[in-house]
């Protein structure tokens, strides 16, 4: 059910302390239960005529059995394995690009054919950091300090120590947590030549029992893995992946994934002989640069290296695959499997255009861009028994939709000041094709924002926003039609003021209120500036 609306369906009855009658009617001041969606809970309602009671209980029985189907079963949650990648695009998935597509990925195929592939999906941001803060927190990185870019890999934490968080959410409910991969969130780590001082601000204080993995990055210092709040071996070389700073002198780009995939692929394993069930947030660091595909992989797409390193992390999603296969818990297990952002112009798009694969398929731009092949990003789900094999939604969601999500299912209400921008999408995965969103937003590299409903995507401004070059439209605003230009090739601001003026009074509510979700309004940590200049003078009015 949509967050923030409440039904009434299921019921109870119970007389309530004194209102008994000898001749066994219900009193008139008996209470009824009703089931209410938003809460996860049975509410009482007086009922204080007999004939408001029986018009109650005349509701049609299907809907009663349709809502009991849907209620939460006592002690039955899944675990849930999220496999993060960094910088594939919508178009490295061959299920989601067969035309355009060169890239074979037939674990990721595979994936798509066990469970539900979403055509529609966004992150929320173009880049790195905005979009896993958004993940992890159910809210856009914008409302932060964080207008623009990307944190560094000894930046300080962008989380709030008391914002509830994924692992926050499930621990409390009791599930185990483990954050694998890479972090970007930001910690604050000691002086590089001392292995015993605690990396303090990181995954541990954030929700998660066990993390292993980096700071940021793969071209980010320090290069270095980090395991609970100690460096594994201390930075005190210096070593160069684009970037130059301090290294661990063991640690090398090339064994990152494998060395992340194993310990998945063990976490996995060690929690099958456990009871409670558990959350792993797995961020790869790949295919982002550096692009360091171990030497089986070396020459596999015959596209490059990038095409060798994209089929490398398929590879490691097979592996988690297999894992969660082998330990039995397949049919209790939740898995998803996405990406950050589009496919980066570092890994030379050009070059693997001529070639006939298009990392962004059909759409425009790249990693960084405001434009869809920035943020529209492969989304699949498998979860036997609720998602339907082989099944496609092509409703609008976003990543920050994790949090809502892993609340509906394990029956909790979100507080008002958590989830901001996060709404669930369990309907979806159990097949109820209807939108979860009014809207979602995007935010470029640069903090261009765009508006996207169903049918319609307004971004504020002219250009990409990031990385690629704007082209020749110079109109202050872009209005695209998505229903009819998916590419974003035809701006129709131009005779779509009505449209434009209420869109854009959209995004201004969503900005003060400090939430896109219903709910009492909440602050953003700073003012946030919606055009990043001066407001273009013939844009329709706020």
Known sequence: MERGLPQCIGISWASESGDSRSDGRIAPTARIFCYDWRVKRFIPVRVKHQRALISLLLLPVAVLQAAAADLPKPGVVPNIVYVLCDDLGYGDVHCLNPERGKIATPHADRLAAQGMLFTDAHSGSSVCTPTRYGILTGRYAWRTRLQSGVLNGDSKALIAPDRLTVPKLLRDHGYATAGIGKWHLGMTLPPAGNLSDVIRDGPLTRGFDYYFGISASLDMPPFAFIENDHYTQAPTATKQWIRKGPAAPDFEAIDVLPTLTRKAVEYIGRQAAETKPFFLYLALASPHTPIVPTKEWQGNSGLGTYGDFVMATDWALGQVMDAIDKAGLTERTLLIFTSDNGCSPAAGVGNLEKQGHFPSANLRGYKADIWDGGHRIPFIARWPGVAKPGSVCSQLTGLTDLLATGADIVGAELPDNAGEDSVSILPLLKGHDQPVHEAVVHHSINGMFAIRTTKAKLIFGAGSGGWSKPGDDKAPVQFYDMTKDMGEHQNRQADSSAEVTRLTQLMNKYISAGRS??????????????????????????
């Open 517 to 542: 979700t219903p709910g009492p309004q909440q602050p953003n940590d700073v003012a946030i500036d919606l055009w990043k200049k001066a407001r273009p003078k013939n844009v329709p009015g706020d």
